[in-house]
Structures are given as C-alpha cells and as structure tokens.
C-alpha cells in the first residue's frame, strides 16, 4: 500500500512541473513586414520638393498650374520664386537653392548659359543643364491704362506724343527688368532718349513688371508699359500692344539648373507645362505656347 502511495505521489510532482513548465511567455511586439518597410522608405525617398524661380508676370498661371500638379502628384511639393529675371539670375548666381529657372526674357537666361555668346555670358557661368533648355512662352508688350483712362491715351503713339511734350507720365520697368528692357526698344524706336523722360520727370520705375502694374492699378501714373498677361491678371485695360519691329518678340526660355538635387522630377514639370492642359491656362490669360 505504502508503495503504491509513493508511486501516486511521483506522479503527481511528474504532472506539476510539467504545467509549470509549459507556461506561456509573453508574446514579443512582431516586427513590421520587410514590405511594409520597403513601401515606407520608398514613400520618404520619392518625396521631391521643387524649387522653381519664375519671372513675376507668371506669378497667377504658374501658382495655378503648380496646385493642379501637386494635386496629381502628392510626392511632389513645388515652393515658387516670383521676381524679376534679373533679380533671379543673380540669386542663382550667388548659390540659391534651385531646380528650374523661367525667364522673361533670352538675355537672363544666356547670361546663365556656358553655350551663350560669351558677349552676353562675359562671366562664363555655367547654371544651364544641357539639353533642358527650351522656349515655352511668348507675351506681348501691352501698353495699359488706369480705370477710366483719364489721360485719353489710346495707343502708343499718343504715349510718344504726351512724353515729347510732357504731359502724361509713363511708369516702367527699370533697366536689368526684362520688360524695362522693352521699354527702352521701344523709346530708341521712336528716338526718344530715356534719360531726358526721366529728367524731365515723365517716367517712374517698378522693379519688376508687378510693381509697374500696380503703379497703373492705383493711377498714380497715366499709362504704364507691362505684358499683356499681367493686365489681364490685374483687370488694366490694354490699348495697344507692341510690333516685334518695335521692340522684338517676347519670348519665355526654361531650362532645369544643373545645381538641382531633382534633375528627373524638374523635368517632368517642365514636360506638363508644355501640356494642353496647361496651354489652356496660359492661353486664357494672354500668353501664346511656343511650338
């Protein structure tokens, strides 16, 4: 009897340490899966932000056409920089962050441009990448009135007449502003001589085509020379716009920087601002694509 006891007995401690034994442990955190890992890290890699200097006349279309094309692509962020294109040039110059440079006129951009005449690049810079450059744009060079036009100017003409014996007063860009630039064609055009008009107290300046529209805005001038878009955008009545004899065409060169960070992704918008969709934008306010 004392021996079967002993042997129920063993059994028993037996049965005891093994449920002791097989207690569970508590479960680790599970590790994400390698795919989920992967889509994570491709997400962060393929976030781009697009640094795109453009000239002030293009500041309403671009701003549109930019929220169309983050909307389609949400890895994409494009961070604009209107001004004017000698302003921007020369922040390019001086090592500001930038992926594509659209300028308002072709002098800008050569002076960037390694392939440039060098009468026009005199410092050798070299921004352009190569084979990016391309003509997208052209405006015109619109000579706008205040609401009402209270001076009765109706064309350009009349502009001439009202500076030779001055009576009205012109605002215009300043000289290393690309439509200023314009301007003084169309002054030598006509023989007048800038520096006279301005002594005279016939002319004021803007620093970009912004600042000379919003002169004409206000009425504190009688007439001011800007693009035909930027009176559209602003609402100015346009009374004449400018012959290419008069002061040549206008036209819009784009090019990717050779300092992007994002060469492939500056392109692909390049590409879309050559599309339909954005000729339709450009188009409504003024501009013509460039074929």
């Known amino acids: 009897m004392k021996k079967i006891l002993a042997l129920l007995l063993a059994l028993t401690l037996v049965f005891s340490f093994t449920a002791c034994g097989n207690t569970e442990t508590p479960t ?18 393929d976030s781009v932000e697009l640094i795109v200097f453009a000239a002030a006349s293009m500041t309403e279309t671009l701003t549109e056409l930019g929220n169309q094309y983050m909307a389609d692509h949400p890895e994409v962020t494009i961070v604009f920089n209107f001004d004017s294109s000698g302003t921007l040039k020369t922040q ?26 060098a009468a026009v690049n005199t410092e050798g810079l070299d921004f352009v ?19 009402g036009n209270p001076a009765g100017i109706n064309s350009y003409d009349d502009l001439i007449a009202g500076l030779k014996d001055a009576s009205i007063m012109l605002a215009m ?27 005279a107290g016939s002319i004021t300046y ?33 009374v004449d716009t400018a012959t290419a004899e008069m002061c040549g065409q206008v036209i819009y060169p784009a090019a990717v920087m050779n300092v992007s960070k994002n060469v492939e992704a500056a392109k692909a918008f390049l590409e879309f601002l050559t599309s339909d ?8 306010v003024g501009f013509t694509p460039v074929a």
């Not at 680790?28 to 890699?45: G, I, K, L, Y």
């Not at 439509?179 to 008009?197: H, N, R, S, W």
């Open 173 to 199: 860009g300043n000289a290393d502003v690309p439509v200023g630039q314009y301007t003084q064609k169309i002054l030598t055009y006509f023989e007048l001589v800038e520096a006279d008009l301005a002594a």
């Open 92 to 117: 390019i110059q001086e090592g500001a962050d930038v992926d594509i440079f659209i300028s308002a006129g072709q002098k800008q951009m050569n002076q960037l441009d390694i392939t440039a005449d």
């Open 129 to 147: 990448l190569e084979g990016t450059r391309f003509n997208i744009l052209e405006n015109k060079v619109a000579l706008a009135v205040p609401e």
């Open 28 to 45: 680790e955190p599970s590790e994400p899966a390698d795919n989920q890992t992967e889509d994570q890290n491709t997400v962060q890699e």
């Open 206 to 238: 803007g620093s970009n085509v912004k600042e000379v529209t919003t002169q004409v805005s206000e009425a504190t001038v009688d007439c001011g020379i800007i693009y035909q878009t930027d009176a559209f955008s602003a609402g100015l009545t346009v």
């Open 277 to 284: 969709a954005a000729d339709a934008v450009f188009e409504n």
